[in-house]
């Protein structure tokens, strides 16, 4: 069974503000590229984790969308 993220959790998410979302982002988006680079070169053990790492991007990014929105 998959690790959870900290971050995967909808009610965590909104609890956050708009800076921590976006710090979160970037975090997400900097492992993502050197998971795919490290990828590119010797195959990861877990190349699931590419993409569990780009669909929890786009939750954070789906929340920081609805803050901005106001919902």
């Known amino acids: ?32 590229k050197k998971m795919t680079f490290s990828h590119a070169i010797t195959p990861i053990d877990n190349p699931m984790g590419i993409r569990i790492l780009r669909r929890e991007i786009a939750r954070l990014k789906t929340a920081q969308r609805r803050k901005q929105l106001g919902f």
């Open 1 to 32: 069974m998959a690790a959870k993220s900290k971050t995967s959790n909808t009610q965590d998410l909104n609890a956050l503000s708009v800076e921590d979302i976006r710090n979160n982002i970037q975090d997400a988006e900097l492992r993502l």
